[in-house]
């Protein structure tokens, strides 16, 4: 299954953008998917997926500024970044979880199976 980031871009500090993964191959049992990033020299860190009771999640980070969203039958997830800052500057990655995985472990990256290339974010002025 391959997934497919895209939207990554230089923008201002406060300005948004909108990444998209489109994940063709995916079936329905893992067809829950989420983002992560990754900062130079920093770990791998959550940032935001949507769970099976149709909540969204978020790190404290992203709550507020970032919105997770999808398209069912593109099979192709967004997120809506906006007031962006330097902080955010990171590779974002999609990725997809089984439909089965439980609350407690969406937000980590060995609960997810299949992995995007990840798309580069640069907030600088």
């Known amino acids: 299954v391959q997934l497919q980031a895209s939207g990554g871009g230089l923008v201002q500090p406060g300005g948004s953008l909108s990444l998209s993964c489109a994940a063709p191959?995916?079936?329905?049992?893992?067809?829950?998917m989420g983002w992560f990033r990754q900062a130079p020299g920093k770990e791998r860190e959550f940032v935001a997926t949507k769970f099976r009771n149709g909540h969204t999640y978020y790190s404290d980070s992203a709550k507020g500024r970032f919105t997770i969203s999808g398209d069912n039958a593109k099979k192709t997830t967004y997120l809506q970044m906006d007031n962006l800052k330097p902080e955010d500057t990171a590779v974002y990655f999609c990725?997809?979880?089984?439909?089965?995985?439980?609350?407690?472990?969406?937000?980590?990256?060995?609960?997810?199976?299949?992995w995007g290339q990840g798309t580069l974010v640069t907030v600088s002025s």
């Open positions: 191959g995916l079936t329905g049992t893992n067809r829950y």
């Open positions: 990725a997809a979880r089984p439909a089965s995985t439980i609350l407690s472990q969406i937000r980590a990256a060995t609960a997810y199976i299949y």
